[in-house]
């Protein structure tokens, strides 16, 4: 079970955000490249960061500070927010990234999704963003009408290296995450998914190694207000 710890990043800050909404946030001290030497001090070995700026405006807006921290701490990254096109994904890999996280750019156009796997082999994970059964696209500000599952069964074929599925309802509220609806999707899921989304304790890392075809963990808000100890999470991670 790989345990991610997560750095969301707004206005060159660490902030953690309720369900999503950018005007309910909570702003950090340290600085993303901080957050993650700390990680790395810990003896972490993946990181989940989201460039907030980017899922506003499209554009890898944040890339400077993540090509840093690739640079600095050799930890296996994963970025997501606001990838649309072959370009962000370009330089992002560049940059040293290990997956490239695709999410309303791939839910609003499939071929977009598939063309991507087909040029950047083993580089695309796919993230499924779900409010009651169905996908959220653009920010979690729309809803996409398609049911998560029905949407997978149509691209588990494309070639995605890895699928991580966010229940938004959990996100941020640390009442732990959607087991029941995230061992649905593994199930149906050709390739290993990541569990995201309301992560409140280390007990809620013991269930998801129980579960089926669960690569790892992304572990947020648990973290910075203090409920789960980073000396204790690490021990979890294999």
């Known amino acids: 079970m790989k345990i991610f710890p997560a750095i969301d990043i707004k206005d060159k800050k660490c902030v953690r955000l309720v369900k999503g909404d950018f005007d309910n946030k909570t702003e950090y001290e340290m600085s993303p490249a901080e957050q993650a030497s700390k990680y790395k001090d810990h003896g972490f070995k993946n990181l989940h960061i989201v460039d907030l700026d980017g899922a506003l405006t499209g554009e890898t807006t944040n890339l400077d500070i993540i090509q840093d921290i690739v640079n600095k701490f050799d930890l296996k990254i994963e970025v997501g927010g606001g990838v649309r096109n072959f370009e962000s994904i370009q330089k992002y890999t560049d940059?040293?990234?290990?997956?490239?996280?695709?999410?309303?750019?791939?839910?609003?156009?499939?071929?977009?999704?598939?063309?991507?796997?087909?040029?950047?082999?083993?580089?695309?994970?796919?993230?499924?963003?779900?409010?009651?059964?169905?996908?959220?696209?653009?920010?979690?500000?729309?809803?996409?009408?398609?049911?998560?599952?029905?949407?997978?069964?149509?691209?588990?074929?494309?070639?995605?290296?890895?699928?991580?599925?966010?229940?938004?309802?959990?996100?941020?509220?640390?009442?732990?995450?959607?087991?029941?609806?995230?061992?649905?999707?593994?199930?149906?899921?050709?390739?290993?998914?990541?569990?995201?989304?309301?992560?409140?304790?280390?007990?809620?890392?013991?269930?998801?190694?129980?579960?089926?075809?669960?690569?790892?963990?992304?572990?947020?808000?648990?973290?910075?207000?203090?409920?789960?100890?980073?000396?204790?999470?690490?021990?979890?991670d294999a």
Do not use: H
């Not at 997956?99 to 839910?107: D, E, N, R």
């Not at 920010?139 to 966010?166: A, C, F, M, P």
């Not at 998914?193 to 992304?218: P, R």
């Open 95 to 236: 940059a040293g990234v290990e997956k490239v996280i695709l999410g309303s750019a791939a839910i609003k156009d499939k071929n977009f999704l598939k063309e991507a796997c087909e040029k950047f082999p083993n580089k695309i994970a796919l993230g499924l963003d779900a409010k009651d059964g169905f996908l959220s696209v653009s920010g979690w500000k729309e809803n996409s009408n398609q049911l998560t599952l029905d949407y997978l069964k149509e691209v588990n074929d494309y070639g995605v290296s890895r699928l991580i599925y966010t229940d938004i309802n959990r996100d941020g509220m640390k009442q732990s995450p959607n087991f029941e609806e995230t061992s649905k999707v593994a199930d149906k899921s050709n390739c290993p998914v990541i569990i995201s989304g309301g992560v409140s304790s280390i007990d809620d890392i013991k269930k998801a190694k129980t579960l089926k075809n669960i690569e790892g963990i992304i572990v947020g808000k648990a973290i910075y207000d203090g409920d789960i100890k980073l000396e204790d999470l690490v021990k979890e």
